[in-house]
């Protein structure tokens, strides 16, 4: 099983970035997905989570902001960020969450 994870970058404040989790070695669409994020000295915590029949949950902090989507044809997750923050800057992880496979992590940094 691997979950690779990209899409992060630096961006300014205000501005979007879409990340993308492509999933191998396990049937995609039976998975249920999240993900998450770590800032520097904090811990990681949950971003979004998506079912298998793509109902989804957010954390407070972005709700209204991000949208968790997937391609099951393209075994990928997606994360839809919009009007982003400072304190989005973190390293944000996707996850199956019920085999806890982790991808490696993509940066996204927010700043002027």
Do not use: H
Not at 9 to 16: A, E, F, I, K, R
Not at 36 to 62: C, F, H, K, M
Not at 64 to 85: C, E, P, V
């Amino acid at each position: 099983v691997q979950l690779q994870a990209s899409g992060g970058g630096l961006v300014q404040p205000g501005g979007s970035l879409r990340l993308s989790c492509v999933a191998s070695g396990m049937i995609f669409s039976s998975r249920f997905m999240a993900w998450y994020r770590q800032a520097p000295g904090n811990q990681r915590e949950l971003v979004a989570t998506i079912t298998s029949s793509s109902s989804t949950n957010y954390a407070d902090s972005v709700k209204g902001r991000f949208t968790i989507s997937r391609d099951n044809a393209k075994n990928t997750m997606y994360l839809q960020m919009n009007s982003l923050k400072p304190e989005d800057t973190a390293v944000y992880y996707c996850k199956d969450v019920y085999y806890n496979y982790w991808g490696q992590g993509t940066q996204v940094t927010v700043s002027s």
